[in-house]
């Protein structure tokens, strides 16, 4: 019998990433079936399941589902439909592997978890960070650091022309990326703001200080309306050194890579510059993870409740909450 995969919303970030994972990680495992995608665009799920081969395409989630009984459901759909869209899957009991973020704020959050236990469903989301090679090879020389003898982290995500009305939904990515170089969860955090305009529009600069559990200190600096892409990182313990640069988006032609310094000596390196962008981003890896935690009963990684920090720091900076914030670790 064969194992079924349903995809939920068919726009362009679907199409640039997510189905070209799908449709490699079917191409590669024999008894994989891309059933069938759904879009409110009937033309654009038409379109996509073309593109990758999915078999029917359909414009009603529900009638999706209950038709295809699918094995395992990705959703990559507008951050303002999400808590929606997969509260309908995992009700249902399906298996689901979700863009980011889970929901719009902590409340959406918590309403996909309760769905998820009353669906006795399991979910995985889509933090594509867990999953970039250069973030996977930086936590591989970092195996033998305690995290407690990590002192600073420092975050990058700098952005060009994002004018967008709300940049929280991208910014929770550099929360999340900070997250996993710490191996520790956050215990306070304090976020400062300065808002830039240029006719009417404008765009906000984001610090975050914060204190992991750990006793590391972590600074994210967010910036949307910079001069170039760019998303990097910096980690420091006594007598070592990690630099690293990450892989933005589809669009980006910029390499990624790292460097890890002992003792003012370069130990290790990673330089990456092909275009097999959909690996680069960790999208192909958490499509893997996910399909073949579905397959195995493995565990998913991050989970819904891993995402509770994310989440309450991304609605900090949508709401411009300034002064310290106490952590749930």
């Not at 215990?187 to 204190?211: K, M, N, P, Y």
Request: hydrophobic share 45%; with cysteine.
């Amino acid at each position: 019998m064969n194992f079924k995969v349903c995809m939920i919303g068919c726009g362009s970030f679907a199409r640039q990433v997510h189905g070209p994972a799908q449709q490699r990680y079917a191409d590669a495992r024999p008894g994989v079936e891309l059933a069938a995608c759904c879009d409110v665009d009937v033309r654009r799920a038409e379109e996509f399941a073309e593109a990758f081969g999915y078999v029917r395409p359909y414009a009603d989630v529900p009638g999706m589902l209950a038709a295809e009984k699918p094995d395992a459901v990705i959703l990559a759909v507008p951050p303002v439909h999400t808590c929606h869209m997969a509260g309908l899957v995992l009700e249902r009991g399906f298996p689901l592997l979700l863009e980011k973020p889970p929901g719009i704020s902590s409340t959406e959050l918590e309403q996909l978890i309760a769905a998820e236990k009353a669906g006795e469903a399991r979910a995985q989301v889509a933090f594509n960070r867990h999953y970039m090679p250069v973030l996977r090879r930086a936590l591989e020389i970092l195996a033998d650091v305690p995290s407690a003898e990590v002192r600073q982290i420092e975050y990058d995500m700098i952005r060009h022309h994002r004018w967008d009305e709300d940049f929280s939904t991208t910014a929770i990515h550099a929360v999340d990326g900070a997250l996993v170089l710490a191996r520790s969860p956050f215990r306070t955090a304090e976020l400062r703001f300065l808002t830039r305009r240029q006719g009417d529009r404008e765009a906000t600069d984001v610090t975050i200080d914060a204190e992991c559990v750990s006793g590391t200190r972590v600074r994210v600096n967010i910036q949307p309306v910079a001069g170039r892409n760019l998303d990097s990182a910096r980690v420091h313990s006594p007598g070592r050194s990690l630099f690293i640069q990450l892989p933005v988006s589809p669009q980006s032609a910029a390499p990624d890579g790292l460097e890890a310094w002992q003792g003012d000596k370069l130990v290790a390196t990673m330089t990456e510059t092909d275009a097999d962008l959909v690996a680069r981003l960790g999208i192909l890896g958490e499509t893997e993870a996910f399909l073949d935690g579905v397959r195995s009963g493995a565990p998913f990684a991050p989970r819904l409740a891993d995402c509770r920090q994310q989440v309450l720091l991304m609605e900090a900076i949508r709401l411009r909450r300034t002064g310290p914030i106490a952590l749930q670790p």
